[in-house]
């Protein structure tokens, strides 16, 4: 049979950031994706080299506009390590919740996204409404709703009182209400069940093997959540990674539907536990040595390479975004499917070229 | 197990293979693969991650013509990282899975960390003076 060459992107209805697919089919099924980016590679590793450690944490918060926050809090631990010191518990404590609003709101974003490309536009207003409750809470308590630059080397820049507590577990029931009405259409609704169950069916062992991280690992079965290394305060909080055996397109969908009730109930956890004190030790002297600094981000691990040699400047600064931990998959996951399945399909390993652009 | 728990050996470039099929086989997974440009060499750190429990090995190559078989056959998620060194590192990395050319990414300057290194960076006479 002849084969075609469909290019996809990088400007495409469903993607928000450009990445280029060549789709070569035949008839109407994909039987190979080749994926290129680069398209706004921003050299911001390079960048380490100018800016001083502490001064870098803008840099890595600017990472991603959906992670930025777990960006600064990855780059923070890691530069922490080498110096050292230890954030003070109630900055652990700060961070988690910061850490797990991010979450939800980028999961609240990406159901937006896929109801958008299965063609639920109620759904996808809906979904955004109630991303924007968690907007107006980072608002309310860092000053930014994209970059929140609440986070610095030994600990935070602010500090959340009794009132502002009080005020998001209000906010939490609320939003797990609306969660909940929104998350049962994703979940029950006949038409997204056809759309996206047995599509794309990733097997665990493939899975583990291409490298997946985050949502499109757990769910293809594999419970590994960089959470349970127990950074921050989640060695003191109690979660378990939510998983599915299924594998496809679906299953990946309702993994992020259900870790939005589980970081709910993390930042009830942690405004319960928090303790008093502190939110940030003096910083002195510069960093020294080489470590690995890792974090659950919504889309999965993270992987901050920071190597130091006693200057103010690090002497090298390497990000490993979950998304290009999951390019493979979507590459394998591609091979064989519908044409029409594509964007559906681009959009359950939630991309964000952002990141991968760093 | 805690947030740090990870080990880092420098080993022989012709140990590359063999170490990374003996991860594979210990049933890792292949967390990153690392360039780091040096004054004439280039590191390359391969990091695995099992029961995030993690693994680092580094081989050093000069940074002139440097070279690296592909560990794209063990592990075959590693053709992105490869491409990507080969991309901004200039690193050959010979037998990659899938091969982009230098297509890979798109940059202005052709291997903007390769070749003869353009100006001195951390870790040299000034930084330290900093």
């Known amino acids: 049979m002849p084969r075609t060459i469909i290019p996809f992107g990088p400007q495409h209805p469903v993607l928000p950031e450009p990445v280029h697919l060549d789709l070569v089919v035949e008839d109407e099924k994909v039987v190979e994706a080749r994926p290129s980016v680069g398209f706004v590679h921003r050299g911001l590793e390079k960048l380490v080299e100018k800016k001083d450690f502490g001064e870098f944490v803008y840099i890595a918060e600017r990472i ?15 530069i922490e390590t080498l110096l050292g010191l230890k954030a003070p518990p109630r900055a652990q404590y700060l961070r988690t919740i910061w850490g797990e609003f991010s979450r939800i709101h980028s999961h609240l974003l990406w159901l937006g996204l896929m109801a958008d490309a299965v063609g639920f536009e109620s759904l996808f207003m809906h979904s955004w ?155 002195a002297g510069n960093p020294k040595g080489e470590v690995i600094a890792r974090a659950e981000q919504p889309r999965g691990e993270v992987t901050y390479l920071l190597k130091a040699n006693g200057t103010k400047h690090l002497q090298r600064f390497r990000v490993r975004t979950p998304t290009f931990a999951n390019l493979p998959a979507m590459i394998r996951l591609l091979q064989g499917c519908d044409l029409a399945d594509v964007p559906a399909l681009v959009l359950t390993i939630d991309p964000c070229i952002s990141c991968t652009e760093r | 197990m805690t947030p ?56 050093v190559v000069p940074a002139a013509e440097a070279s690296v078989p592909s560990v794209s056959g063990i592990f075959w998620c590693a053709f992105l990282y490869e491409n990507e060194i080969h991309d901004l590192f200039h690193v050959e990395v010979s037998g990659m899975a899938v091969d982009f050319h230098g297509r890979f990414y798109k940059t202005a300057v052709k291997y903007p960390f390769g070749g003869v290194k353009p100006t001195a960076v951390a870790g040299s006479a000034s930084a330290a003076n900093d």
């Open chain 2, 4 to 59: 740090n728990d990870q080990t880092l050996e420098v080993i022989p470039l012709a140990a590359l293979l063999d170490r990374t099929r003996a991860m594979r086989e210990q049933g890792c997974r292949l967390v990153q693969i690392c360039a780091t440009r040096l004054s004439d060499e280039v590191e390359l750190t391969y990091s695995f991650d099992r029961e995030y429990r993690m693994s680092s090995f580094r081989v």
């Open chain 1, 64 to 78: 991603c506009g959906i992670c930025s926050f777990i960006h600064s809090q990855t780059y923070c631990q890691g």
């Open chain 1, 129 to 283: 409404r109630v991303r924007e409750r968690i907007l107006d809470l980072i608002e309310a308590t860092t000053g930014g709703r994209v970059i929140f630059g609440a986070c610095k080397v030994g600990g935070v820049r602010r500090d959340i009182g009794a009132e502002a507590a009080r005020h998001i577990l209000a906010e939490m029931d609320g939003i797990e209400q609306d969660a909940r009405d929104i998350t049962r259409v994703f979940l029950g609704d006949s038409s997204i069940k056809v759309r996206l169950s047995g599509v794309g069916v990733l097997a665990r062992q493939d899975a583990y093997d291409l490298g997946c991280v985050g949502p499109t690992l757990r769910a293809s079965g594999v419970a590994q959540d960089l959470r349970r290394l127990g950074y921050a305060a989640y060695g003191e909080l109690q979660f378990q990674p939510v998983t599915r055996a299924e594998g496809d397109a679906f299953a990946r969908c309702a993994v992020r539907c259900d870790e939005i009730f589980q970081s709910i109930d993390l930042v009830r956890q942690a405004l319960a536990k928090i303790p008093a004190g502190e939110i940030a030790v003096k910083v």
